[in-house]
C-alpha cells in the first residue's frame, strides 16, 4: 500500500545530543508536514515543504531544521534535544495546498534522557 | 491566534448509540475542516472532512458544518467498543492566508460502554 513511512518508531537520545527523525513517502504528494505532539496535547505544526519550497512556523524553535533532498523524504533534525522536545512527531503528506486532506504516518516517539 | 475549541471529555456512550463530538473555530476564514481519529500512542487518522455548509455521511459518520456558527460536528451512528478513541478536529484556513498546515483543537476522548 501506498504510505507515509517514519523511521524509528521509538527514539531515545541523550540531553544535548543531535538527532535526525525521517520520513519517506510514497503518495507522490507534494507537500510534506512535520508536526510535535505533546502528551494530551494537539499536534502543532513545525514546518511543511512545498516541493523543495520551505516554510517554517513562526514559533518553531531554531533548534529543528529541516530537510527535503527530493520529493520522497523529509528529516526532522533536532540539533540539541531538551527535555521539552520529548513528543511524537508526526510527519504529514498532502497531494497539494488548499482543500487537500493530510496523511499522517505512525510517528516517532522521541524521548531524552 | 488561530483556535480550535473541543471538549475535552471523556464522553461516554452506551455501545449501539449516537455520539455527539462538537467542535468550534475562531478563524472565519477557515475552508476546510477534517476529522480525526487517534487511538492511544497512535498517529492521526483521517475519518472525515467537510468543505461546505451542511451534512456529508459515510457510513457510520455524518460531519456537519454550519460557517456562520463557526461550528463543526462530527456523528457516529451505531456506536462500537472499536470506535473509543480521541478525536481530533482540525481546520485549515483559506489558501494564501499564511501557513498550510492544519491547526488541532487537543481532542475529545470518546468511550463507548459495552
Known amino acids: 500500500d501506498a504510505m507515509v513511512i517514519q523511521n524509528p518508531r521509538y527514539q531515545v537520545t541523550q540531553f544535548g545530543k543531535p538527532v535526525t527523525l525521517s520520513c519517506s513517502q510514497t503518495?507522490?504528494?507534494?507537500?510534506m508536514y512535520w508536526y510535535q505532539q505533546k502528551s494530551s496535547q494537539a499536534p502543532k505544526l513545525l514546518f511543511h515543504y512545498y516541493d523543495k519550497d520551505f516554510n517554517n512556523e513562526a514559533d518553531t524553535p531554531d533548534n529543528f531544521q529541516s530537510r527535503r533532498p527530493n520529493t520522497s523524504f523529509c528529516f526532522l533534525d533536532i540539533r540539541s534535544p531538551g527535555l521539552g522536545d520529548a513528543a511524537m512527531y508526526l510527519c504529514?503528506?498532502?497531494?497539494?495546498?488548499?482543500?487537500?486532506?493530510?496523511?499522517f504516518g505512525d510517528g516517532t516517539r522521541l524521548s531524552i534522557l | 491566534q488561530k483556535e480550535v475549541e473541543q471538549n475535552s471529555g471523556p464522553l461516554s456512550v452506551p455501545e449501539g448509540a449516537i455520539a455527539s463530538l462538537n467542535c468550534t473555530y475562531s478563524?472565519?476564514?477557515?475552508?476546510?475542516f477534517f476529522w480525526y481519529r487517534q487511538y492511544s500512542g497512535k498517529s492521526p487518522e483521517l475519518i472525515m472532512f467537510?468543505?461546505?455548509?451542511g451534512d456529508k455521511e459515510d457510513g457510520r459518520f455524518t460531519a456537519q458544518l454550519n460557517k456562520a456558527s463557526q461550528y463543526v460536528s462530527l456523528l457516529i451512528r451505531d456506536s462500537q467498543p472499536s470506535d473509543s478513541a480521541t478525536y481530533l478536529c482540525?481546520?485549515?484556513?483559506?489558501?494564501?492566508?499564511?501557513?498550510?498546515?492544519?491547526?488541532f483543537g487537543k481532542g475529545t476522548h470518546l468511550i463507548i460502554q459495552p
Open positions: 504529514a503528506t498532502s497531494r497539494d495546498w488548499g482543500n487537500q486532506p493530510q496523511h
Open positions: 503518495l507522490n504528494h507534494n507537500v
Open positions: 467537510i468543505y461546505s455548509n
Open positions: 478563524d472565519r476564514g477557515s475552508q476546510s
Open positions: 482540525a481546520v485549515l484556513e483559506a489558501p494564501g492566508g499564511g501557513a498550510d498546515g492544519l491547526t
